[in-house]
């Protein structure tokens, strides 16, 4: 398999776990690494954010294998939840995301 396209083609016709093992392998570092930048370095938010892309990427892997530019889909995806938990961060009054010296 060597394509996201054909990977997610074949997780949504086939139920191919592994196939979208694979997908979440090559694009997990990217997601990872936008999240944590929007969560300013908050690790354990960052992995929250990135589970919540891939399992939107699950729920909509049939549209995504034909769409055209899918890591820039993945990255925009990335935003919402970011920005989500720093406005409930905010509104709880949390507004230190790691220790500062």
Known sequence: MSDDSQLLRHYTEEGSETAFTEFVR??????FAAASRRMTGDTHAAADVTQQVFIAASRHARALAH???L???LYTTTQTPCSTTCATNNADG???RRSRP
């Open 71 to 73: 890591t820039g889909w």
């Open 94 to 96: 949390n507004t230190s």
């Open 26 to 31: 090559r694009h997990i570092d990217l997601v």
């Open 67 to 69: 769409h055209p530019r």
